[in-house]
């Protein structure tokens, strides 16, 4: 499903020049749920980025669905993201001028006019995430959990097969990070979605079947999630 190789990333030049990933190779496989750990710094957003086409490697190849994203034009990448992959950010990143059902509906309509069966599957999936009754809410209007749920439809409505969460807990309560997780964990189950979330949090982590820890952009460790907490 995705693959790096000797991927490094070298942000500005002479006296700012900071390496923030330097030579990471990783394989996730399909339907893999995977948490990316670390401190601060560390270059956890900086992979994260480059995974979702956002931003291209200085070196190093990176394959998602056998697709060699660095041989993509601009354009193409940028298609080949809105079409292929979920995003989930820390804020959200919502429109707050539309109402829930129009946030959700925001991909659909970069690609053409929104058809009735793309609202049918923007409402199922506001309703999926407990939604159902706040469709027409504008954003202000929600509550932090309610609007990353909205986020979390919003990127599911292209059907990605690939999802990608920056701390998605991170400005939660841990009452509704913990019920933002099991969503994370039903889509999944239910559909086979890969899922990489990078996050501070060690219970989200857990969620997760695999723990990937990043340490000075390097990857430090690499195993099962259970078997770390295991301590094993
Ligand atoms: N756009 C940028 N320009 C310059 N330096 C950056 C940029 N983005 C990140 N960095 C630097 O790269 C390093 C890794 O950052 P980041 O990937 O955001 O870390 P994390 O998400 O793990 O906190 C940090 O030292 C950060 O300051
Ligand atoms: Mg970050």
């Known amino acids: ?44 957003s900086t992979l994260l980025n480059l995974v979702s ?3 291209r490697p200085t070196g190093g190849k990176i394959t998602i669905e056998g697709q060699d994203i660095s041989t993509l034009t601009d354009d193409a990448l940028t298609l080949f993201r809105r079409r292929r992959i979920g995003l989930i950010f820390q804020f959200f990143n ?3 001028t539309l109402d829930a059902l ?3 509906l925001l991909p659909v309509m970069l690609e053409r ?16 995430v407990g939604l159902g009754k706040r469709t027409h809410h504008r954003i202000h209007q929600l509550s932090g959990g309610e609007m990353q749920r909205v986020a979390l439809a919003r990127a599911l409505v292209l059907g990605p097969k690939l999802l990608l969460a920056d701390e998605p807990t ?5 009452h509704t990070g913990e019920a933002m997780l099991a969503l994370l964990k039903g889509v999944r189950d239910q ?14 982590a857990l969620v997760a079947d695999r723990q990937v820890r990043v340490k000075d952009g390097t990857i430090v460790e690499d ?10």
Not at 9 to 27: F, I, M, Q, S, W
Request: proline share 4%; glycine share 14%; charged share 25%.
């Open 1 to 44: 499903m995705i693959r790096l190789e000797g991927v490094t990333k070298t942000y500005g030049e002479g006296p700012n020049r900071v390496e923030a990933l330097r030579g990471v190779d990783l394989h996730i496989a399909p339907a893999e749920f995977v948490s990316i750990m670390g401190p601060s710094g560390s270059g956890k």
């Open 53 to 55: 086409a956002l931003d």
């Open 94 to 96: 919502l429109l707050p």
């Open 102 to 104: 129009h946030n959700v």
């Open 113 to 128: 006019e929104a058809r009735g069966e793309d609202v049918e599957r923007a409402r199922g999936l506001l309703e999926q």
């Open 170 to 174: 991170g400005n939660l309560d841990s």
């Open 191 to 204: 559909h086979g979605t890969t899922i990489v979330m990078v996050t501070h949090d060690r219970n989200a």
């Open 223 to 232: 195993g099962a999630a259970a078997r770390l907490a295991a301590g094993a």
